[in-house]
């Protein structure tokens, strides 16, 4: 991997990225639970600015309060689903080969992770399991820098998510490359100017990320 004149920082989404994608997992959900294929994914982004998994992102509100909010909206499709049964499948498996890629790109390039995430509750904690909170947070304290959602009160794909990891990094936007699974993430950035991969798996984005970088 060598230094392109113009990339200096290197923008890593972190589920479904860093880690295995969680839809195949929500689909395996709705074939045992007799949900319409996608269903998980078309709540999420209907009303997505202020549906119930905007605001847990946001940190408006905690898992438990998910919980309700999440099966309210369910209800409204004709489902009686809590939201804690979706956050569970949401904590997929680390890809070890997306993690090395991680400590590869720090040599040369300035590196974060960008990542829609949830306020940590005694309630996750036991829904996940300490283990695999805890190494996913092994993996995210590696990060020289982490936007998080939940801090910082926005999230992807809203503008302001990308100007702030831009000014923490003190990088313009047409010299990052942004990794992402959602396309409708990477819209709002690459408009930015910034470089955008969509992720498919770790085979796929490493060759992606190392040709723009050659």
């Given at each position: 991997m060598t230094t392109s004149n113009a990339i200096t920082a290197i923008l890593f989404d972190f589920g479904g990225v860093i880690t295995e994608s969680p839809f195949e997992a929500f689909n395996t959900f709705e074939v045992e639970h007799g949900l319409p294929t996608n269903f998980i994914r078309d709540l999420n982004s209907s009303n997505h600015n202020v549906n119930a998994w905007a605001q847990l992102e946001r940190g408006e509100i905690s898992p438990d309060e998910f919980d309700e909010l999440f099966r309210h909206e369910a209800n409204k499709k004709g489902y009686d689903i809590g939201g804690l049964?979706?956050?569970?499948?949401?904590?997929?498996?680390l890809r070890p080969d997306m993690i090395s890629l991680v400590q590869r790109c720090k040599v040369q390039y300035q590196v974060a992770c960008l990542t829609n995430n949830f306020p940590?509750?005694?309630?996750?904690?036991?829904?996940?399991?300490?283990?695999?909170?805890?190494?996913?947070?092994?993996?995210?304290?590696?990060?020289?820098?982490?936007?998080?959602?939940?801090?910082?009160?926005?999230?992807?794909?809203?503008?302001?998510?990308?100007?702030?990891?831009?000014?923490?990094?003190?990088?313009?936007p047409e010299h990052a490359v942004f990794l992402d699974d959602i396309g409708s993430n990477l819209k709002p950035a690459r408009i930015m100017g910034m470089t955008t991969i969509k992720v498919v798996n770790a085979k796929q984005a490493i060759s992606a990320l190392d040709s723009i970088l050659s």
């Open positions: 049964e979706i956050l569970k499948l949401v904590f997929t498996p940590k509750t005694p309630t996750l904690v036991k829904l996940i399991g300490a283990k695999r909170l805890d190494d996913w947070q092994a993996v995210l304290s590696d990060f020289p820098n982490v936007i998080e959602s939940a801090k910082i009160g926005y999230r992807k794909p809203e503008r302001r998510f990308f100007q702030t990891a831009c000014d923490v990094l003190g990088v313009r």
